[in-house]
């Protein structure tokens, strides 16, 4: 069975507004189309497009979107949708771009029927706007609604699916994604993201949920500078192990490719073999959890030149085809000395460690 990937062109036009502070030449929001258009013509340069199945988008609806949102955001959107502006804090819509947020919260559906019908093995939603800063009440951060979230709800409400891990390695803390599943027992949102990078402050490991939802949230900020090693050894020693004892019955990534080194925002060292890693760990906890349902769905990443190398990485990894394409990128990062796990990098996972007592065990 072949790996599902959706991509649609308007994802590219979606406009994520001018640039916050007026005292130097415009240059538009850093979340520019690039990184995911040169990710997405990777794949077809490749020659791997041709061999993936493609999932057609399409919009999400009210209802869908209901499920994890407020209806007074979901009016907000639509009446700024008349004639475009700022919804949140760097979250920014053109008149008209509801109906790409719908279709990116679409695709993330569909990535997920997919994966649930078993028409694929497993599915890429290479999405724009990302999804993971919104939350219930507020679109943030390049996120207008939590694609993610919407997936999982759906997966809960229209599958009938009993619980969902969502794993978001995005170098941002997932606070959206967090808010809206706090008090939700059948969610566990799991979130490895470099410590205090978000001006919101939290993704400390002493959030784990409140009353039913206690122990179903983790949170692993890890030191800016981790890079390969710290981030493996974070997978082996608190994500998987979490998901050992949630036992998912689906597992979404929130797929954000800014823990690369070169990314403008994040100040985490990963390479492309970092994600083909992270990948096969993904994929071998969906094998022995889930009859290895993984869907993953695109969130940051704003380096035009690796995001692409790192998107075909996990691609690959997923399909299990291997392409011809050579990251010379990989090497100059793999090779350094600081990718070696620290003394406090060590601790950080340490701490997240201790947390997992918490999470339910199913
Ligand atoms: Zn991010």
């Known amino acids: 069975m072949a790996t599902g990937f959706c991509w649609h062109e308007l994802f590219a036009w979606h406009d994520a507004g001018p640039q916050i502070g007026t005292d130097i030449e415009p240059t538009g929001a850093q979340d520019t189309p690039e990184s995911k258009r040169r990710f997405r013509n990777l794949v077809e340069k490749s020659g791997l497009l041709d061999q993936l199945t493609r999932i057609s988008p399409r919009p999400a609806t009210d209802e869908e979107i209901l499920r994890a949102h407020s209806a007074e955001l979901l009016e907000r959107i639509k009446t ?129 949920g409140e009353d039913e939802g206690e122990g179903t949230t983790l949170n692993i900020p890890l030191p800016p500078g981790s890079g390969h090693d710290a981030y493996v050894s974070a997978f082996k020693r608190v994500v998987l192990p979490a998901l050992d004892r949630f036992r998912p019955d689906l597992i979404i990534v929130a797929s954000g490719l800014d823990a690369l080194s070169h990314d403008s925002y994040g100040r985490m060292n990963l390479h492309s073999g970092s994600y083909r890693a992270l990948t096969t760990m993904m994929m071998e906890a969906a094998e022995k959890l889930c009859d290895g349902r993984l869907v993953m769905c695109h969130e940051g990443g704003y380096s035009p030149i690796v995001v692409p190398f790192g998107g075909l990485a996990i691609l690959e990894t997923m399909s299990g085809i291997s392409t011809s394409v050579v990251d010379p990128f990989r090497e100059s990062v793999a090779s350094q000395t600081w990718q070696k796990v620290s003394d406090h990098q060590d601790q950080a996972i340490a701490e997240a460690e201790a947390v997992l007592t918490h999470i339910p065990r199913n």
């Open 80 to 208: 700024v949708d008349r004639v475009g502006g700022f919804l949140g804090r760097m979250a920014h819509i053109a008149a008209g771009g509801l109906d790409i947020v719908r279709l990116a919260a679409g695709a993330a559906i569909e990535s997920t029927d997919a994966v649930l019908d078993g028409t694929v093995k497993n599915a890429y939603a290479l999405v724009r706007p990302a999804g993971h800063h919104a939350s219930r009440e507020t679109s943030h951060g390049f996120c207008i609604v939590n694609n993610v979230a919407i997936a999982a709800e759906h997966a809960l409400h229209a599958r009938g699916l009993s619980r969902v891990a969502i794993v978001d390695w995005d170098v941002h803390w997932g606070n959206g994604t967090q808010s809206i599943f706090w008090r939700n027992p059948h969610v566990l949102a799991v979130s490895i993201h470099q410590n205090e990078l978000l001006t919101t402050r939290g993704g400390y490991t002493s959030e784990i």
